[in-house]
């Protein structure tokens, strides 16, 4: 039996390795949707059951046509503007996304999908009031207007979910990583500074914590909700729950890489640059059912997969 998939989003760092998850099942035909502003074709895997279509989700008959075209059961809604500093830069191009999510809702309700996936993000719960943040009881009090845009989306999906039926599941995306994100952002921005041998620059002292997540926790966990008919009209967090503070990433990698950086220090951000990040993670042990990467070891593939990619 052949099962339509949808993937927005899916030139991205982690849509691409979602895309390559789904791609192992030679039952499923992944339809990705991208326009290319952040993404990368080159990211999108090679493989006879996945098909590229240059769309923008934000424009309703753009995405309308490859509904109409595909009988698609499954919708994994990963487009998005992404990154601190470029969304502090675009608010109205962060604002726009909305626009996205009713157009993939009103699609997926009119044309028989059986669930909505969306990427949510950490970003939501702002400053924590708690730690670990927990998916029900940590309050989300972000104003910044990425993580307003999230925080929508889920409230419209918890509202489909009433009115027509349409079962969901959110991923609250905490920093995840891996060999096709871009430096935009930290983890790959300071591994390639520390391979050519560049300072490490941090925002303030670096004293903020972070968790690190390798992408392939990430998308065993989210396959696993496909796959096990799990996380149904549930929010989950998915991340690590090992925290570090920007500073022990930046030496961490400095001892990783062997590399001779030194580490300067920048005036801190005045928004976009939480304190701390911690976590819920029970939801996501449960799915993974294993051990999370690392972090060590997780840098360690990502220095194995530059040098095969002949450098930084």
Avoid: W
Wanted: glycine residues 8%.
């Amino acid at each position: 039996m052949t099962t339509h998939i949808l993937v927005t989003g899916g030139a991205g760092n982690v849509g691409s390795a979602l895309v390559a998850g789904l791609a192992a099942n030679d039952g499923n035909i992944v339809v990705v949707a991208d326009n290319l502003s952040t993404g990368d074709l080159s990211k999108i895997p090679d493989e006879p059951n996945v098909k590229f279509i240059k769309c923008d989700a934000n424009n309703y008959d753009d995405i309308a046509a490859i509904f109409y075209r595909h009988p698609f059961e499954f919708v994994f809604h990963y487009a998005a503007v992404v990154g601190v500093q470029r969304t502090l830069a675009n608010p109205l191009l962060v604002l726009r996304d909305i626009r996205g999510i009713e157009n993939l809702l009103n699609l997926s309700k009119n044309t028989g999908v059986r669930r909505f996936f969306f990427s949510s993000s950490s970003e939501v719960y702002g400053e924590p009031f708690e730690i670990p943040q927990n998916e029900e009881t940590t309050p989300l009090n972000s104003r910044l207007p990425y993580a307003i845009v999230k925080n929508v989306a889920e409230a419209y999906l918890r509202s489909y979910q009433h009115e027509y039926g349409l079962d969901y599941t959110v991923f609250r995306f905490f920093n995840t990583y891996g060999p096709n994100q871009s430096e935009d952002f930290v983890v790959p921005r300071f591994l390639q500074m520390a391979l050519r041998g560049d300072d490490i620059t941090i925002y303030g002292d670096g004293s903020q914590t972070r968790t690190f997540c390798f992408v392939d926790d990430n998308i065993d966990a989210c396959l696993a909700t496909l796959e096990g008919r799990q996380g149904i009209n549930e929010t989950i967090n998915i991340g690590s729950d090992e925290n570090y503070t920007v500073l022990e990433l930046a030496q961490m990698i400095i001892d990783v890489t062997q590399s001779k950086s030194q580490i300067v220090h920048l005036p801190a951000l005045e928004d976009g640059d939480m304190t701390r990040r911690l976590p819920d993670i029970h939801k996501m042990r449960a799915l993974l059912g294993r051990e999370l990467v690392p972090l060590r070891d997780g840098l360690t593939r990502l220095v194995e997969h530059y040098s095969s990619q002949g450098g930084p």
